[in-house]
């Protein structure tokens, strides 16, 4: 191999690893400034890896689901207020059933079932009638924002106190229901068919159906579970807070998309894993946790995910250049 192709490699092997890199340098940089400054662990501090966790784990929910579609070359902008409608729908339903473990788990499946309906609404509209995937989960998106708030009752909160509820939005629960989710869905992705079809639809639709995939069902099941994602966000949401908001995932959704971009995933489609999703809403919660542990105006997070997210953009269309060149 000659030297070009050495420094091509070199290149696209930094391109590949540059989130885990960017993670690294983060959790660096706020343990000195913790060191030196607080005098404190900024890393090795339990309260504050529960934390980054918890804040990491509702948008990860959420961009678990989004990881596939956007491998598929789509974007679905309705999951934060497929989100806010579970959390309003699980408190409600819970109001209704009791305090019983069987009245939780009814309304969990009640509430997944609602929200599954816009998820295949948002399917059927993109898959078989070629609407556009961001117009068609964007008119989902004032849908379900709406149906929220109709079910909150003239758009308010819905407080809700179940020992159970309480229970999943305890502590590392969540944490823990939201890594084994992650497992499962990593395993989905990259060791099942279903996976492989993910892929090949969204690296040439057209080869994937002469291929013999059924990309119209398939690309239906793949919005149906992003919208199943945002709705146990939307369980977990209402579990942690004892109450449900028709707005709980609104500031969610472009977190959601942000940790795709950021964890790898190409937005013209065809690649990405979950894996890099976590790394991906990993990056977003240090960053948001660590500007407020150094005592930074909370609106700087808005500006340091925004120039991150650029900077993934950027780095994804180098990739594609240098994809063509090799």
């Known amino acids: 191999?000659?030297?070009?192709?050495?420094?091509?490699?070199?290149?696209?092997?930094?391109?590949?690893?540059?989130?885990?890199?960017?993670?690294?340098?983060?959790?660096?940089?706020?343990?000195?400034?913790?060191?030196?400054?607080?005098?404190?662990?900024?890393?090795?501090?339990l309260y504050n890896a529960q934390s980054i966790l918890l804040a990491a784990s509702a948008p990860l929910l959420l961009a678990i689901g989004q990881t596939f579609v956007i491998i598929t070359a789509g974007i679905d902008l309705s999951v934060g207020f497929v989100m806010g409608?579970?959390?309003v729908c699980v408190a409600q339903f819970t109001l209704l059933g009791g305090q019983s473990v069987a009245s939780l788990l009814l309304a969990s499946f009640g509430t997944m079932l609602v929200c599954l309906i816009p998820g295949y609404v948002n399917g059927v509209l993109i898959s078989r009638m070629g609407v556009p995937a961001f117009i068609g989960t964007l008119g989902m998106y004032g849908v379900?924002?709406?149906?929220?708030?109709?079910?909150?009752?003239?758009?308010?909160?819905?407080s809700v106190n179940h020992v159970g509820l309480a229970w999943l939005g305890t502590g590392w629960v969540p944490i823990i229901l939201t890594g084994i989710l992650l497992l499962i869905m990593h395993f989905v992705l990259s060791k099942t068919r279903f996976g492989q079809y993910t892929y090949a639809i969204g690296g040439n639709l057209q080869s994937a159906a002469r291929a013999g995939i059924n990309v119209k069902r398939h690309?239906?099941?793949?919005?149906?579970?992003?919208?199943?994602?945002?709705?146990?966000?939307?369980?977990?949401?209402?579990?942690?807070?004892?109450a449900g908001a028709?707005?709980?995932?609104?500031?969610?959704?472009?977190?959601?998309?942000?940790?795709?971009?950021?964890?790898?995933?190409?937005?013209?489609?065809?690649?990405?894993?979950?894996?890099g999703t976590l790394i991906g809403s990993l990056i977003i919660a240090v960053i948001q946790f660590g500007l407020i542990f150094i005592d930074v105006n909370a609106f700087w997070q808005f500006i340091a995910v925004?120039?991150?997210?650029?900077?993934?953009?950027?780095?994804?269309?180098?990739?594609?250049?240098?994809?063509?060149?090799?």
């Open 85 to 87: 409608l579970s959390a």
């Open 246 to 275: 028709a707005n709980a995932g609104e500031s969610m959704l472009l977190d959601s998309i942000a940790a795709v971009v950021i964890g790898g995933a190409s937005l013209f489609g065809g690649t990405g894993n979950v894996i």
């Open 306 to 326: 925004g120039v991150v997210i650029i900077l993934s953009v950027l780095i994804d269309q180098y990739k594609e250049r240098l994809g063509r060149e090799g």
């Open 1 to 45: 191999m000659d030297e070009s192709g050495k420094r091509m490699d070199r290149l696209a092997l930094i391109t590949k690893v540059w989130p885990w890199l960017f993670l690294a340098v983060l959790l660096v940089f706020f343990e000195v400034w913790a060191q030196i400054v607080a005098r404190r662990s900024f890393v090795f501090n």
């Open 144 to 158: 379900a924002r709406g149906a929220g708030f109709l079910a909150a009752g003239s758009g308010m909160t819905v």
């Open 219 to 242: 690309l239906t099941i793949v919005y149906m579970l992003a919208a199943l994602f945002a709705a146990i966000g939307g369980i977990v949401y209402t579990a942690r807070f004892a």
